[in-house]
């Protein structure tokens, strides 16, 4: 196989993941950047991330154009190109409703990393209103002008909610966004629960530095390629099971 194929096998397992652990459901998508070019990226038509496979991928511009390939788009597909044009560093995009972090788009309560493994999601997780520039709309990111908006209130993050819609997240590779978005999920549930019992203790700056460090040098089979590993086996995907 070669390293491009493997690139879009990655894509079908992440969306497989993302799909099994729940975050996303007949919606949600996960984009990665054309490693020989940067100015295209790969998403699936618009299809539930439980049923992509390979042949579903489809090769975008990064205005959201399709390269030879009329197939069906998501709609939303300009949340990937505009980060990626916004964002050189960012090599994979992951836009889903997640249940657990949907509260936190709708109150004044902000997400805060509180649990080591959440620490990823950086020092603040800001929230996206479509209403605030474009008015009444049907909350999507349906244009470039309001993907270019959201990539200014994301701005140098890795995660930021949309109100009353669901969250993005940045990755600087498939692995890393997919384990990004996990865990902002994760954290929003612990945060609701947590906020119950009392006063939250968040992770402080520093440790939140650390931990991002700490991930960035991991090995190989460690940080984000364990996750990866389990996250893998748990959606059906074996070291040696092939990727439909
Ligand atoms: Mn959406």
């Known amino acids: 196989m070669t390293e491009h194929k493997a690139l879009l096998s990655d894509l079908v397992v992440a969306s497989r993941i993302l799909a099994n652990e729940g975050i996303c459901d007949a919606f949600g998508h996960i984009s990665v950047r054309h490693p020989e070019n940067p100015e295209r990226f790969f998403l699936a038509r618009a299809v539930a991330p439980e049923l992509v496979t390979i042949e579903d991928i489809v090769e975008f511009n990064l205005d959201g154009t399709a390269v030879c390939d009329d197939r069906k788009p998501f709609l939303e597909r300009f949340i990937h190109g505009t980060l990626m044009a916004a964002r050189p560093d960012v090599q994979s995009v992951v836009h889903s409703h997640s249940r657990g972090v949907i509260p936190f788009g709708i109150t004044d309560t902000p997400i ?49 909610l949309m109100r009353g819609h669901g969250s993005t997240v940045v990755g600087r590779s498939i692995r890393e966004a997919v384990y990004t978005a996990i865990y902002l999920d994760v954290n929003a549930q612990l945060q609701a629960t947590a906020m119950q019992l009392g006063t939250v203790k968040y992770l402080t700056e520093g440790e939140i530095d650390l931990i991002q460090s700490r991930l960035g040098d991991a090995k190989p089979g460690e940080g984000y390629d364990r996750t990866w590993q389990y996250w893998a086996r748990r959606a059906g995907f074996g070291s040696d099971a092939p990727v439909p």
């Open 112 to 160: 805060r990393p509180l649990l080591h493994s959440c620490g990823v999601l950086g020092h603040e997780v800001p929230i996206w209103d479509a209403g605030d520039v474009f008015g009444d709309t049907n909350l999507l990111i349906s244009s470039n002008d309001m993907g270019n908006d959201f990539a200014v209130k994301l701005g140098d993050g890795r995660a930021a």
